[in-house]
């Protein structure tokens, strides 16, 4: 098992910045990705940004060039920088742990809610 802990959400306004933290436990051995996903009322969760073990990294087209993920492997804490946020950011934001950059997640965060307000 893997348990993840996020951190950091919070209320910014349009044009702000927050960092989004995850601190990862358990049988980290078991996946080679670690990330972050999304989900807003209605709508089903989305990727965000997920790393592999050698750096490699995904991100979703609305948000390359804003956000930036990283992983501290020395702590196994995963973090989520985001600049210039904007309304259509506001989503409850999940860590992720999965065996790939393409398969789906195989362990959820509880999730960190992130507001943008105009």
């Known amino acids: 098992q893997v348990q993840l802990v996020e951190s950091g959400g919070g209320l910014v306004q349009a044009g702000g910045s927050l960092r989004l933290t995850c601190a990862a436990s358990g049988n980290i051995a078991r996946v080679n990705t670690l990330g972050w996903y999304r989900q807003t009322p209605g709508s089903q969760r989305e990727r965000v940004a997920v790393i592999d073990r050698v750096g490699n990294i995904r991100y979703d087209d609305s948000t390359r060039g804003r956000f930036t993920v990283s992983w501290d492997r020395a702590s196994d804490m995963v973090y989520l920088q985001m600049n210039n946020l904007q309304p259509e950011d506001t989503a409850v934001y999940f860590c992720?742990?999965?065996?790939?950059?393409?398969?789906?997640?195989?362990?959820w965060g509880q999730g960190t809610q992130v507001t943008v307000s105009s």
């Open positions: 992720v742990a999965k065996r790939s950059l393409v398969s789906v997640p195989n362990y």
